[in-house]
């Protein structure tokens, strides 16, 4: 295998508009912000309640969330898989070998990043925001609204995170999508096959997409923060 | 007047969600394949044939015999395509799958370096080639994943009455592709099926050393999973694949599949 | 006539600290109060306290002539009642948007809510800093932000915390003279701070906290109407 010959034709498939290239880099954007879109609701929900109200239980649910976050992908796609094959108990569903279950996979891989961030975030705010909130008359849903919109730049950070590690992992999405072509190929798991078949020059060139995907969510980040209020 | 528009409007969601899943008549068949099987190209040439006239599509998980299997039992997928006959027969007797047929044959060869340390070129007797790549401590790379293609390997070695171990022999949990692609990286021997050799040919420069044991014979089935197990099922397009690749001209489709001009399969179905 | 906020038997610790003791306060619709007391003395306890933000231990409460609890503390007089703290928390929008924060709350129509918010950024002098957003205002500005954030809700009564502390000359002169226009009649204003220039207001009645209690250091206390509770 010549690499330089290897990523050439890297390049002429990217830019010829290879139609499987392109869509399993459809896949992968699709498959990611769907799952995001899923997680965030209940997720910042979940951040925001453990960092504002005491309950029997919540330092354990912090260290439960944060143990998480470092959760290998292998072992939430093998528990998804055990829970949706035909034997399983949610079989019926008949979600196995679809993007739908790589969905649920990845949500479930960026929703503890979620959670930790935004926890983080609400914890981390000014303890005057919450009493001039009150103070002005907000109640307890503005209030909390106001306090997530004044972090949101550390939320929104934990939202780019999550986004990097649900397109990057390929443990859940091997495991419940099947690597089907044209259904459940996505990039990192068409990198894992193409390699594996010595084709390196798709697998070169997926992995230009997934670097610049990656330089261009740290670049967000970096513009976040610094517009985060450093004052 | 508001109430007929909402009541319209309620209709009109509900046929457009239900139309197109009633108006599919064939629904997409989930199948399971070996790696090797995949890698070879076979079914990229072979499968578009069939969805053109079945009218849905294949979807190929391709995994080791051992885990295609395990979707079958498991129900996840409607149908294997798979070579290791002793397992299959397995899979139908303990009630998994029904309707097993003959589809094609390849062969396994021994592959290896160009310099052939072990001096096996050209014999016929795998087993005996086995045991003097053993007595040359040559490297060989094994499949070590539980395939028709391991499962073979390992009943040479038994057969052979050596246990293969040592530094030399790397069992790699792969598929053949990265199997073959580690032999040539280690200029090591491998067993492999003629079509993913034919296949990667070109980026290993392996050489086929043995060839033409009559133990080396690598057949194909294909197996519907039991409907009576999973009732939700694809057993429809499920027969109706294995009806196809059994019919002439599934066959024929599989013995003018060629690569470099050779041909990597021949049809065994049962003439109907 | 009836007391604005009337309280009696006001208690607080911190662990060991005796902040409040027994205290008694009666602050009338339409006066003007300051509140000294050493450092840590209790002054913004006190003010949290009656704005709702903090428990005390203990205490009587009645706004308007009517008794209520500390730990329910009414929407009504959520409306009524706003303390500004003595470094202001502005919210990551701009000046107008900030001042317009509590009206939004209120449900107030769009049409009264500009109205308001004009008048009040015309009255503290921020028309020129409208689409300003906090971190690029001056510690004076933020002062006069947080004020006519208050007084754009009309409260009836204003607790302000230290307003003029850590401000330059300039600033505090601007303050000064916008507390000197603060209270219209129904309105109570009460300033926890030492500045002399807002001491010397005209009208200004003084009250002392020390050692837990509060005492009037001019005026006559007016009658209590201890029948309230």
Known sequence: ?231 | ?272 | MTALVHVQGLSKRFAERVVLEDAELLLQPGARYVLTGDNGAGKTTLLKILAGLEPADAGRFAYAGRAFRLADYPAALRRDVVYVHQHPYLFHTTVKGNIGYGLVSRNVPHGEKERRIRLAMAWANLDHLRDVPPNRLSGGEKQRVALARAKVLEPHVLLLDEPTANLDADSRQQIVHLLGELSPAETCVLVACHDQEIIGLAGTVRLHLRDGRLSLLNGSPPASDAAVF
């Open chain 2, 1 to 272: 007047m508001a109430k007929l528009l909402r009541r319209t409007l309620g209709f009109l969601v509900l046929a457009a969600t239900i139309t197109p899943a009633v108006l599919l008549a064939a629904t997409d068949i989930k199948m399971a394949t070996t790696t090797s099987t995949e890698n070879s190209g076979l079914l990229k040439v072979l499968l578009p044939q069939f969805e053109a006239e079945y009218g849905a599509k294949v979807q190929v998980i391709s995994v080791g015999s051992g885990k295609a299997m395990k979707l079958g039992e498991n129900g996840d997928v409607d149908v294997l395509l798979v070579h290791a006959r002793p397992e299959e027969d397995k899979f139908v007797a303990q009630g998994h799958g029904v309707n097993r047929r003959d589809v094609m044959y390849n062969d396994f060869i021994l592959v290896g370096p160009k310099e052939d340390p072990a001096q096996v070129r050209g014999m016929t007797d795998v087993v005996a080639a086995l045991k003097k790549i053993h007595a040359a401590q040559a490297p060989f790379i094994s499949r070590g994943d539980d395939s028709g293609t391991d499962k073979m390997e390992k009943s040479y070695w038994q057969t052979a009455g050596v246990k293969p171990q040592g530094a030399w022999y790397v069992s790699a949990g792969q598929g053949m592709g990265e199997v073959l692609t580690m032999a040539a990286s280690k200029q090591g021997y491998t067993l492999t099926d003629r079509a993913t050799h034919g296949a990667y040919k070109d980026k290993t420069g392996l050489d086929i050393l043995v060839q033409g044991d009559p133990r080396m014979f690598n057949p194909y089935g294909v197996i519907a999973v039991n409907p009576k197990k999973y009732p939700d099922i694809n057993y429809r397009g499920a027969m109706a694949f294995v009806d196809w690749i059994t019919s002439p001209e599934g066959q024929k489709a599989i013995a003018d599949f060629k690569l470099n001009g050779e041909q990597l399969f021949f049809p065994s179905a049962a003439k109907r």
């Open chain 1, 1 to 231: 295998m010549d690499p330089l010959a290897a990523t050439g034709d890297a390049f002429r498939l990217l830019f010829s508009g290879d139609h499987d290239l392109w869509r399993i880099i459809w896949i992968s954007l699709r498959v990611a912000l769907i799952s995001l879109v899923l997680a965030t609701p209940l997720a910042v929900a979940l951040g925001f309640g453990l960092a504002t109200f005491n309950f029997p239980g919540r330092r354990a649910a912090v260290v439960t969330l944060q143990s998480l976050l470092s959760f290998p992908t292998v072992m939430v796609g093998l528990i998804l898989y055990m829970l949706l094959t035909r034997r399983g108990p949610l079989g019926s569903l008949h979600l196995l070998f679809t993007q739908e279950a790589m969905i649920i996979g990845q949500a479930l891989l960026c929703f503890p990043v979620l959670a930790a961030y935004t926890l983080a975030a609400v914890q981390g705010a000014d303890p005057r925001l919450r009493e001039t909130a009150i103070g002005l008359g907000a109640g307890p849903w503005r209030t909390a609204l106001t306090t997530l919109l004044e972090v949101r730049f550390t939320v929104l950070a934990g939202v780019l995170n999550g986004f990097g590690r649900a397109i990057s992992e390929v443990g859940s999405a091997m495991m419940v999508g099947g690597n089907i072509e044209g259904v459940t190929r996505n990039m990192t798991t068409a990198i894992a096959l193409e390699t594996s078949k010595g084709e390196f020059a798709q697998g070169i060139a997926l992995g230009f997409v997934l670097l610049v995907l990656a330089l261009g969510i740290n670049m967000a980040l970096a513009l976040i923060q610094g517009q985060g209020g450093m004052k």
